[in-house]
């Protein structure tokens, strides 16, 4: 079913990732679970989703390095990221923009408006 | 002995000289240059031959007054801690290099008293060294059996002398600067002076116990000389007199004359060199006394009707035995008496004589408009020819003059013209209101009684004619020196009251008299009212010190009192700093004539400089507590810095852990909102997915509870005196609480979990509670490490030298190198991406750490086989520690 919209999600947390997929496939996504950012560049191997929810901290390859990844990628260019971290400092936000992210979330967030958000980003 | 043989000797002998100077002169070590004994026994230069001879006569013909020579010193020698010590630092700060520099730089700076002491001191110390010229030729003769012999050039003895004066003036001329000490010339009068001590005790010892049989039977045999009784007693009232004046003649003469003056003042390096001379020089003293009175009684039981000459019973003795060696040595002891005394008496002379006579007023002209180089030169020609010359009027004196007369009582006449410089010498450090006019006039006086009352009689050979001045109770000597002396400081004392001193004399009346105030900031003291140009004072400098050394000196001017190198006009401390760094090479009276010459001075009043006095005292004081002010705040100072980069480097790594603790705190406040959002508004959840959640809120909310803990734990372990409650404990059972709790997870883990106790004891000290956690710690990071690998953990526990020491290995990924030690800091592991998240804060490992230092041991991790290990190490020498760290 192609209609359906595609997210991965990545953070190391458990309990955070529980409550996202939970809601986001509520909404009508395929989602796929990643633990950390090498999880990530796997599942692209076969996956193109429409939008990447990723963590900053995370061990092995972080947010930042997925993201610069992802967007050496060709084929991935039209793919939505947004980063959703504890990080809240500018510094930290203009860095993920500048390594192309589409938009950058805090933690703690209201999933409600997580959604909208990422529902927007992708039409 | 035949005279070429001897000669032979002496020439070897001032070869040694010559070789003790040269090596104390090149290795300039500090056994040479600041030696305390070397100055002290320097200053038995004092012994000269008449001490060797003189006093052997005296006390062999006339009895027990040859003593009063020497407890004069003796007496007064205690008293150099208080006016040696003043008058060191007065010569130190003022570049003083003689006696007539001293007392003339005292009294206004003036060249005319300058002169005048300097052709007092020659009057007085050339007889004094054609004296010891006398001795040497005597006792030469006497040992090689020659005669005396009237052709000065077929005389031995002229050749001895003309060695002795290049020496002098090769070694007493090596600085231009007369204030710089001789090490050379020094040492090797020091060397003399150990010769000439142990000679004289061999000699003593010989005669003694060689020829007598020990002093009771010396003391028997001379007992029955019917004059014995009346020479070895005080003799009265009158002789009490005699003595009592004779040895404040002495006592003066240790003072006064030049060679003790520039022994014990110019050669100075040390104030504290002073203690050793003060209990060296009176035990020297007393040693080459101890023999005098056997020698000269055992020549009169010797020579007893025999017509010989007193004075030469130390070598008579011994020839009178046949012993050559013993006869050889007397005479070179003697020999190095004298030529101790005439090396440091030419050359204290010649400086004076060149410093105070002929260059202020002879070459002056010239030489202020020479250059450094010629001056250098000429200067030490002056004093080379200076020694030369007064070595050879004195050799004339002697053979013209005072062949006939005894050693005792000429060398007694140059002390009592010495003496004459007491009044004005002694008033120059205690006393203020001295005057020029009133040491010159003093001087004047004096030197005419002595004239009248010692040398005129000596001369013409006639007895002293009854007259006013006549004292039935005195000696002829003493009552000489009692007048003169007693003239002297009469009229001293009168002119200097009533007369109107002027006011550089009282300026420097105050820098001698309070020498202790101006110590530091002499240059202040001076006081000095008029221009002068910077400039032209700079290039009189260089005309003397040459380019180099006169930059580095103003150099150093600016510097001490904090001017600019572009200040063109001169104060009174640069005229007073110029003063004093020719004062060394050509005497302060032509110093200050040359400054003079390039300055114009405004008159000023007495009082104008009393204000002055008393305004430079409080100026130094002011600067003194401005000094320490000023260095106590640049401390202060210091100290803020330092807190403050300390405060920063605190600031930044607050905002560091707050960063970190803000992040760490979101991550389960995240789940949290997370979780209740969807429970809220998800109305149709399943019953699971709900329950799910719920347990996650709580599990969450427990999580932040627990970083809160630890966070707020860690806060306290850095910032609170934590007491641990130390007590002993048996480590097996702690190990026991540790494992019980966890065995149930690591069977459930598939985890291998060993524990090997390896200990000689079971009891150890520790805080039990802290240790479980820390233990805890180390395996809940073990078991998650190894978790996913069925790996295996060994804790393993020793107690190696006294210290309990336990080991945490768990197989698995290994940490990088780099690493090992910054996974113990705040929230490392959770930072750092190679690593899984930890299960607790990620403070774990930083509270272990501070546990584990507060109990006093350490912790670390190293990578071993194909896992990690953590080793942490409790120290048990707990007495130490008991008193002073845990029982605050």
Redesign the interface.
Same mark, same amino acid.
């Given at each position: 079913m192609t209609s359906m919209k595609k997210i991965i999600i990545a953070d !190391?947390?458990h309990? /955070?990732l529980?409550?996202?997929e #939970?809601?986001f496939r @509520?909404s009508g996504y395929e989602v796929f679970i990643a633990r950390d950012g090498s999880e990530v560049m796997e599942l692209l191997k076969t996956e193109t989703p429409a939008a990447i929810l990723l963590d900053i *901290? *995370?061990?092995?390859? !972080?947010g930042y390095e997925t993201l610069q990844q992802i967007r050496a990628e060709e084929q991935l260019k039209d793919c939505k990221i947004v980063i959703v971290s504890? @990080?809240?400092?500018p510094a930290d936000i203009q860095k993920a923009y500048d390594l192309g992210a589409d938009a950058y979330v805090t933690?703690? #967030?209201? /999933?409600?408006k997580l959604l909208q958000q990422v529902d927007e980003l992708i039409t | 002995m035949n005279s070429v043989g001897l000669f032979i000797l002496v020439l070897l002998y001032l070869v040694l000289l010559f070789f003790i100077a040269s090596v104390a002169e090149k290795s300039r070590k500090p056994f040479w240059v600041n030696n305390p004994y070397i100055y002290s026994l320097s200053i038995a230069v004092y012994c000269s031959a008449w001490t060797y001879y003189g006093s052997i006569g005296v006390a062999a013909t006339r009895g027990l007054e040859y003593l009063t020579i020497y407890i004069g010193p003796i007496i007064i020698i205690p008293a150099w801690i208080l006016i040696n010590a003043k008058i060191i630092r007065i010569s130190r700060v003022n570049k003083i290099s003689s006696i007539a520099d001293f007392i003339s730089l005292r009294y206004g700076n003036s060249r005319s008293l300058g002169a005048l002491i300097t052709l007092i001191c020659a009057a007085a110390i050339v007889p004094y060294i054609g004296l010891q010229i006398k001795a040497i030729s005597d006792t030469f003769h006497l040992v090689s059996h020659t005669a005396n012999s009237n052709n000065i050039f077929t005389d031995s003895a002229t050749y001895v002398v003309a060695l002795i004066t290049v020496f002098s003036s090769y070694y007493g001329t090596k600085y231009v600067d007369a204030s710089e000490r001789r090490v050379g010339v020094i040492a090797a009068v020091a060397a003399e002076s150990i010769l000439k001590l142990v000679f004289f005790l061999v000699l003593g010892i010989y005669v003694t116990y060689g020829v007598f049989n020990g002093w009771d039977d010396l003391y028997a045999q001379a007992s029955t000389f019917s004059d014995f009784a009346h020479k070895n007693s005080i003799g009265g009232l009158t002789g009490a007199l005699n003595w009592c004046l004779m040895s404040l003649l002495s006592m003066s003469a240790i003072f006064l004359l030049p060679r003790q003056f520039h022994t014990t003042i110019v050669e100075n390096r040390r104030e504290k060199h002073l203690r050793t001379a003060l209990w060296l020089v009176p035990l020297y003293l007393l040693l080459i006394n101890i023999f005098v009175f056997p020698v000269a009684w055992g020549g009169n039981i010797l020579f007893k009707g025999a017509s010989v000459n007193a004075e030469m019973y130390s070598i008579l003795i011994p020839q009178k035995f046949g012993q050559d060696v013993i006869t050889v040595i007397v005479f070179l002891g003697g020999l190095s008496a004298s030529v101790s005394m005439i090396i440091i008496s030419s050359i204290a002379l010649s400086i004076m004589m060149s410093n105070n006579l002929i260059i202020p007023y002879g070459i002056l002209n010239r030489i202020s408009e020479s250059n450094v180089k010629d001056n250098t030169k000429l200067i030490v020609t002056v004093r080379k020819i200076g020694i030369a010359l007064l070595i050879v009027c004195a050799y004339l004196f002697y053979k013209f003059y005072i062949n006939e007369n005894s050693l005792f009582s000429v060398g007694l006449m140059s002390f009592v013209i010495i003496a004459q410089l007491a009044p004005s010498f002694f008033a120059a450090i205690f006393w203020k209101r001295g005057s020029y006019w009133g040491a010159v006039s003093g001087l004047i006086a004096g030197v005419f009684m002595c004239y009248k009352m010692l040398i005129l009689p000596e001369m013409s050979g006639a007895n002293v004619s009854h007259s006013f001045f006549t004292i039935d109770y005195f000696d002829p000597m003493t009552n000489a020196f009692f007048w003169s002396l007693f003239v002297n400081t009469v009229i001293f004392a009168v002119v200097s009251i009533f007369g109107k001193g002027n006011y550089t004399e009282r300026n420097y009346a105050e820098m001698y008299v309070d020498i202790d105030k101006y110590l530091k900031y002499q240059d202040s003291a001076f006081v000095w009212k008029g221009t002068a140009e910077t400039e032209d004072i700079r290039r009189i400098l260089i005309r003397f010190l040459g380019e180099e050394k006169t930059k580095q000196a103003l150099h150093i001017f600016n510097q001490k009192y904090n001017i600019t190198d572009e200040e063109d006009t001169a104060d009174a401390r640069l005229i007073k700093f110029s003063e004093n760094l020719l004062a060394g090479r050509i005497g302060t009276a032509s110093a200050k004539i040359l400054i003079e010459s390039v300055t114009k001075e405004d008159k000023i009043s007495l009082p104008e400089v009393l204000g002055i006095l008393e305004e430079s005292k409080q100026n130094i004081l002011l600067n003194k507590q401005l000094t320490e002010q000023s260095q106590k705040l640049k401390q202060l100072s210091a100290q803020l810095q330092h807190a403050n980069a300390s405060l920063l480097e605190k600031d930044k790594q607050k905002d560091e852990f707050l960063d970190a603790v803000a992040h760490e705190l979101r991550t389960p406040i995240t789940a949290i909102r997370a979780a209740g959002e969807l429970l809220q508004d998800d109305e149709d959840m399943p019953e699971g997915i709900r329950s799910q959640f719920l347990y996650n809120i709580i599990s969450e909310s427990d999580r932040l509870n627990e970083l809160i803990n630890d966070i707020l734990y860690l806060d306290k372990l850095e910032h609170t005196e934590q007491v641990l409650e130390i007590a002993q404990y048996n480590i097996k059972n702690t190990i026991k609480k540790v494992i019980q709790p966890i065995e149930h997870l690591v069977e459930k883990e598939e985890i291998k979990l060993d524990v090997r106790l390896n200990l000689t004891r079971e009891f150890f000290y520790y805080d039990e509670k802290r240790m479980i956690q820390v233990i805890n710690n180390l395996l809940a990071n073990a078991i998650k490490f190894t978790k996913d690998r069925h790996g295996e953990i060994l804790l393993s526990v020793c107690n190696p030298q006294e210290n309990l020491e336990l080991k945490i290995y768990n197989s698995g990924k290994q940490i990088p190198d780099d690493e090992l030690e910054m996974i113990f800091e705040k929230f490392y592991q959770s930072r750092n991406q190679n690593l899984k998240k930890p299960l607790g804060s990620g403070l774990g490992l930083s509270i272990s750490k501070k546990i584990i230092e507060a109990h006093h041991g350490y912790i670390y991790a190293k990578n071993i086989l194909d896992g990690v290990q953590f080793t942490l190490s409790v120290p048990q020498n707990y007495d130490k520690y008991e008193k002073n760290n845990y029982s605050r």
């Open positions: !190391d947390e309990k /955070i529980m409550s996202l #939970y809601s @509520k *901290m *995370m061990p092995n390859l !972080d504890a @990080k809240n400092n933690k703690p #967030y209201s /999933i409600k | -």
